[in-house]
């Protein structure tokens, strides 16, 4: 019996933007078994999409914390829900 998928969507503050941020998450996801998309948001945030089981979700979360690039992580924002359709992969947007 395969565990369930969960959707965070998740919002980065700090400095993430112009750091290498993304390529990170990026890389992180697909050493989590995280599929979804990590994208700039206009505010210097940072979005991601992250879809996985709970645990590989957790995983990745300390993961882009402790390792965010060149910069820096102050908080995350996170909504928890089952996702609607699911990705393939993991994608910068």
Known sequence: MSEEVWEWEIRVDGLVQGVGFRAAATMLAETNRICGYVRNS???????????TQKDLESF???VRARPGLGSVDQFKIDRHRPEALFSSFEIR
């Open 61 to 63: 979360l300390e993961a």
């Open 42 to 52: 206009t505010d210097g945030s940072v979005e991601i999409c992250a879809q996985g």
